[in-house]
């Protein structure tokens, strides 16, 4: 099973429907953070720093329907934090999923099979399972041991329910071609996840590790070696061509920033959830209208230099795809 015919078209009628409008930016997927408590401490993220009042705040229902509303991408990833840990995640995802929304719920799979009865599989809702490499690798990333083989066990016990299954993979400088060959081979060919996501580390500002994230010409390396040999081509990634033709460094463009806006406890993030220290709008079309894009970006922001992940540099590629009839009918032929 990869992506439904459904979620292609809805993509696409959507992207249709906002170039006809002449709109220039506009949302492809929104990533929604009902909360930022979890319960892991990553040394590559660092979102449970913040003071506990802050850990304990909650999205209700409501405020997550209003910020869908106001965004109206057909795509929302539910992160966090760890969305499980939130009380209301079943009624949430529900709710999203009545209005046609089609959602994927990113989750270290801890909780997953405490809770898996309170979700029922659906063509519009996958879950998204957080593994950064093999057992020695996830479990140094996620900085505990025995998480890699939980996960493992959730992913096979959904998958055996009917439920759709993705995984969201980060590589660090620790990676190489042959652990990323590795890595996806194993979700590709024997757990048989339907889709998979990869993206090199960004170093969030508030990780405790700052040392072990890809520069850009790490990142081209490895993945120019891993792809070689037509291998990228069998795995059931869920990029565009013209992204993994980025990671490889045969082509280079900006990011699309707004692309996956981010809303969290704290309001709407600008530029990116990569990006914490930036003042947060209050409303959507505040991000959109009220922030200096201009200023962010490969060459433009201290931030951005080594940044090649997926959330600014994935949109670009699909709207290049989407403006050319040949990197159309070949991101056709690779799905």
């Known amino acids: 099973m990869s992506m439904p015919l459904q979620q ?37 993220c660092g979102k449970i720093s913040h003071p506990t009042d802050i850990l304990r705040r909650r999205l209700s229902v409501e405020d997550c329907i209003r910020a869908v509303d106001e965004c109206g991408a057909p ?22 999923i009545d209005r046609g929304k089609f959602i994927f719920l990113c989750t270290n799979a801890l909780l997953l099979k405490k809770k898996i009865d309170l979700f029922k599989p659906h063509v519009q809702f996958a879950w998204m399972i957080h593994l950064d490499g093999l057992k020695e690798h996830h479990d140094q990333a996620v900085s505990r041991e025995g998480v890699f083989e939980i996960a493992i066990e959730a992913i096979k016990l959904a998958k055996a329910r009917g439920f759709r299954v993705f995984t969201n993979t980060t590589f660090f400088d620790r990676d190489d071609a042959d652990s990323i060959r590795s890595v996806l081979d194993y979700l590709n060919d024997e757990l ?18 700052q ?55 704290f309001g709407w993030q600008r530029p990116c959830y990569l990006m914490s220290q930036e ?22 922001h201290p931030s951005c230099a080594n940044c090649m992940a997926h959330c600014g540099y994935e949109p670009t590629a699909v709207l290049k795809t989407m403006s050319s009839v040949k990197e159309t009918l070949r991101a056709a032929l690779a799905n």
């Open 192 to 209: 048989k996840v339907d889709m998979m996501q990869i993206s090199p580390a960004y170093a969030y500002e508030k990780a405790p590790d």
């Open 75 to 96: 795509v929302v990833s539910i992160a966090g934090g760890e969305p499980l840990v939130h009380e209301q995640m079943p009624q949430i995802v529900q709710a999203l």
């Open 211 to 265: 040392e072990h994230f890809l520069g850009v010409e790490r990142t081209r390396e490895i993945f120019r070696e891993a792809f070689s040999g037509g291998n990228r081509d069998r795995w059931r990634l869920n990029h565009s061509p013209v992204y993994l033709d980025f990671l490889e460094g045969k082509t280079d463009f900006e990011c699309t920033p707004w692309g996956i806006p981010c809303y969290t406890v």
């Open 279 to 300: 003042p947060y709008a209050q409303t959507y079309r505040e991000l959109i209208e009220e922030t200096d894009w201009s200023k962010y970006g490969r060459g433009k």
């Open 8 to 44: 292609k078209l809805a993509i696409g009628k959507y992207i249709l429907s906002r170039r006809l409008r002449g709109e220039e930016k506009y949302a492809l997927v929104l990533e929604l953070e009902p909360l930022l408590q979890c319960n892991l401490a990553c040394a590559g």
